[in-house]
C-alpha cells in the first residue's frame, strides 16, 4: 500500500499570503495525484487531478505540481474561503487509493 | 448538475450490519462509477470501494471480508453494507461519483455504532 504524508500538519497564513502545501508518496504515483479541500461539516471538493489540472470551477489562484513522489500545491492569494483542510491522494496502484493525512490552513 | 444523498439509520449497535444506499440525482448512475469513502470523527479520508452500472466492485482490503456495495439501476441507487461492526467504523459515510478521483459527493452521513 501506497502512504501519502502530507507536511505541514496545520498552516497559519494572513489573507492576501501564498500558502504552499506538501505531499508525499512513499513510492512513484507517476502523476495520478489529486488535491481536496474540505471546510468543516462539508464533504470534501476536488480542486487539482493528474497533479497539475484544476477541476472545473475551481480559481486560478490554486495550481499543483510535481510528480512521482512529491507534490506541492499552492494557493497564491489566500481568500477567506480559502482556510480549510487540504487532503492529497492517489490514484495510482490499486487498491487502495489512499489519502493524506491533510494539512490544516488557519488564519495568522 | 449531479447530486448525492445518504440514507440510513445513524445508530447501529455492535457486530450488527450498517446499511447506507445513496441516490444519485441530475444524471445516470449507469454513465459513471460510484464510490463509498468514510471519514472518522476528528481524523482523515478513508476509501471503502467502488461500483458500475454492471455490479462489478472492489473493496478496499482491510475491509474486504465484511463489506458489499450494491446498485439498483432502476432507482439510481448504490447502497453500502458493513457487517460484524465496532466502533472503529464509527464515522461520516460519503458516497461520491468516480473511481480515481472524486468529483461529486453526497453531504455525508455520521453512523455512530454504540449499544
Known amino acids: 500500500e501506497i502512504v501519502m504524508t502530507q507536511s505541514p500538519a496545520t498552516l497559519s497564513v494572513s489573507p492576501g499570503e501564498r500558502a504552499t502545501l506538501s505531499c508525499r508518496a512513499s513510492q512513484s504515483v507517476s502523476s495520478n495525484l489529486a488535491w481536496y479541500q474540505q471546510k468543516p461539516g462539508q464533504a470534501p471538493r476536488l480542486l487539482i487531478y493528474g497533479a497539475s489540472t484544476r477541476a472545473t470551477g475551481i480559481p486560478a489562484r490554486f495550481s499543483g505540481s510535481g510528480s512521482g513522489t512529491e507534490f506541492t500545491l499552492t494557493i497564491s492569494s489566500l481568500q477567506s474561503e480559502d482556510f480549510a483542510v487540504y487532503y492529497c491522494?492517489?490514484?495510482?496502484?490499486?487498491?487502495?487509493?489512499?489519502f493524506g493525512p491533510g494539512t490544516k490552513v488557519d488564519i495568522k | 448538475q449531479v447530486q448525492l444523498q445518504e440514507s440510513g439509520p445513524g445508530l447501529v449497535k455492535p457486530s450488527e450490519t450498517l446499511s447506507l444506499t445513496c441516490t444519485v440525482s441530475g444524471g445516470s448512475i449507469s454513465s459513471s462509477y460510484w464510490s463509498w469513502i468514510r471519514q472518522p470523527p476528528g481524523k482523515g479520508l478513508e476509501w471503502i470501494g467502488y461500483i458500475n452500472y454492471s455490479g462489478s466492485s472492489n473493496y478496499i482490503p482491510s475491509l474486504k471480508s465484511r463489506v458489499a456495495i450494491s446498485v439498483d439501476t432502476s432507482k439510481n441507487q448504490f447502497s453500502l453494507k458493513l457487517t460484524s461492526v465496532t466502533a472503529a467504523d464509527t464515522a461520516v459515510y460519503y458516497c461520491?461519483?468516480?473511481?480515481?478521483?472524486?468529483?461529486?459527493w453526497g453531504q455525508g452521513t455520521l453512523v455512530t455504532v454504540s449499544s
Open positions: 461520491a461519483r468516480g473511481v480515481t478521483t472524486f468529483d461529486y
Open positions: 491522494q492517489h490514484y495510482n496502484n490499486w487498491p487502495p487509493f489512499t
